[in-house]
């Protein structure tokens, strides 16, 4: 069974500073790994997929990294701002007979303060 | 194009009640996901349909059932509702059941069962 873990399940920060987010999975089989904000009592925004044959994939000011074989991804954030300011989810596709079920972690609650 | 709605917003009901939460899926989607969310959680998945048949199902008693429609469209019931129902139920739909479709949530249903 496929548990994900974040870390750290909540991280304060001053504005400006880049930091990073940690997910770690226990079955290295999966078909790729989304990363998802979350603000409070709303729905869910994709930032990244990372298919399971790539290392890393990049948006603006977020770069995702995928190693598999360690069951890891990290989210690193550049230069943060008050508005980066919420939950983030991490979440595998294991693919095969359980097609499209989304295994999340609990999230990490980010506050940038200014 | 539309995204993904999701209707009512906030719903409370008593124990032992039933309730029916309704997901629009986005323009061309075929496939939708249910997802149970409790507070400081990520979120659980409930069950996928996929072209008016359940495609898969997580950990959840019978008591949560499902629809979907011809225009895609879905429906959760839960019946005989437990204090711990109370949780944000997010939907998602994407453009088929394989892995390799992202899902793309709604903005979910906050129900609170006293």
């Known amino acids: 069974k496929q548990e994900v873990t974040q870390i750290p399940a909540a991280l304060s920060v001053p504005e400006g500073e880049n930091l990073v987010l940690n997910c770690s999975f226990t079955d290295s089989a999966i078909y790729n790994l989304q990363w998802f904000r979350q603000d409070p009592g709303k729905g869910l925004t994709s930032l990244l997929l990372i298919q399971s044959s790539q290392r890393e994939q990049t948006s603006g000011r977020l770069n995702a990294s995928l190693d598999k074989s360690s069951g890891r991804s990290t989210l690193y954030i550049a230069a943060s701002q008050p508005g980066d300011s919420a939950t983030y989810l991490c979440?595998?596709?294991?693919?095969?007979?359980?097609?499209?079920?989304?295994?999340f972690g609990q999230g990490t609650i980010l506050t940038v303060h200014p | 194009e539309t995204g993904v709605t999701q209707s009512p917003t906030h719903l409370i009901k008593t124990r032992g009640q039933q309730v029916t939460l309704r997901c629009s899926s986005q323009s061309g989607h075929n496939t939708v996901s249910w997802y149970q969310q409790a507070l400081g959680q990520g979120p659980q998945f409930i069950f996928q349909y996929y072209r008016e048949e359940e495609n898969g199902r997580g950990n959840f008693p019978p008591r949560f059932s499902g629809l979907q429609f011809p225009n895609y469209s879905s429906e959760l019931n839960v019946n005989a509702l437990e204090l711990d129902d109370s949780a944000l139920y997010l939907c998602a739909s994407s453009l088929g059941r394989g892995p390799g479709y992202e899902q793309y949530f709604g903005p979910g249903t906050r129900l609170t069962v006293t």
């Open positions: 979440a595998i596709n294991a693919g095969g007979t359980s097609y499209g079920k989304l295994t």
